[in-house]
Nanobody
Framework: QVQLVESGGGLVQAGGSLRLSCAASGSIFSINWMAWYRQGPGKEREWVAIISSGGSTSYANSVKGRFTISRINAENTLHLQMNSLKPEDTAMYYC???????????WGQGTQVTVSS
């Protein structure tokens, strides 16, 4: 019954940075996995990054080296620091949470990121 709400999206020029946040209405301490997904125009939803409760992270090749996922359990928040943004990063970004990797029961409503040239 935890709810997730994303924020931090917006319009940015290529090469710029944005920091997305996902606030949970309840504790995320017991949630093993939290992840960011995105869905661009005319594209299917794709996985972006994942973080475990212990802080282990993995990234999609398309964002590796540019994005950083983090979580602050004490604040019940998930974050995605996005640097060196590219137009192809334009998408609706969603945070997700679950107890098994790749299987997420909780989803936010999304925050729009638009990267212009």
């Amino acid at each position: 019954q935890v709810q997730l709400v994303e924020s931090g999206g917006g319009l940015v020029q290529a090469g710029g940075s944005l920091r997305l946040s996902c606030a949970a209405s309840g504790s995320i301490f017991s949630i093993n996995w939290m992840a960011w997904y995105r869905q661009g125009p005319g594209k299917e939803r794709e996985w972006v990054a994942i973080i475990s409760s212990g802080g282990s992270t993995s990234y999609a090749n398309s964002v590796k080296g540019r994005f950083t996922i983090s979580r602050i359990n004490a604040e019940n928040t998930l974050h995605l620091q996005m640097n060196s943004l590219k137009p192809e990063d334009t998408a609706m970004y969603y945070c997700a949470a679950g107890f098994m990797r790749g299987k997420y029961d909780l989803w936010g409503q999304g925050t729009q990121v638009t990267v212009s040239s």
